[in-house]
């Protein structure tokens, strides 16, 4: 998690290769929003965070790269720190890599509606069904969940939650 001018980064996906189930690593990380660091539960052990890339913000889009944590992170096309592209050129990771997404949410209600911090960048990602396929938890504090929140048509329901009690599916 990094914060930048009051953004919290968008999230952090969990890249198996190869898929792993047969055990849980824990990743240590303060979440950003006021409450003691946050144990993060990933059922794999490579990450990639998300860049905004793209020239006009009519093109601009939300994709994931690889990232470990010796490497340095840079601003995306938002000014979030983000991995940089990969050695020549490597394209963005697809949603057939994926185990996981984290999405930071300002709320959660208990049809897994999530409300985000206003970009879109996750709506517009699970438009496509292979992203909408990937498991998605918000992680917000517990305080912030609600028994109802408004629905838009583009609203994809999230798989569960994680906050500071810990790992919550629906």
Known sequence: WSRTDGFVHPSIAVQ????????????????GFGVNPMAFYVVADRLALPAIEGGSPDQARMVYRPWQTD????P????????EPGEGDEPPLGPERMALLLAPSLACDAGGIRLG????????????PAWAAVPTLAVLPSACR???LPRDPWDIPLQGWLDETGLHWF
């Open 16 to 31: 198996p290769d190869p898929p792993r189930t047969e055990s849980i690593h824990v990743c240590s990380s303060h979440a």
């Open 146 to 148: 609600l028994p109802a």
């Open 117 to 128: 911090y206003g970009g879109g960048w996750f709506d517009r990602l699970r438009a496509d």
């Open 76 to 83: 995306d096309g938002c000014g979030i720190p983000a991995p």
């Open 71 to 74: 490497r340095p992170l840079r």
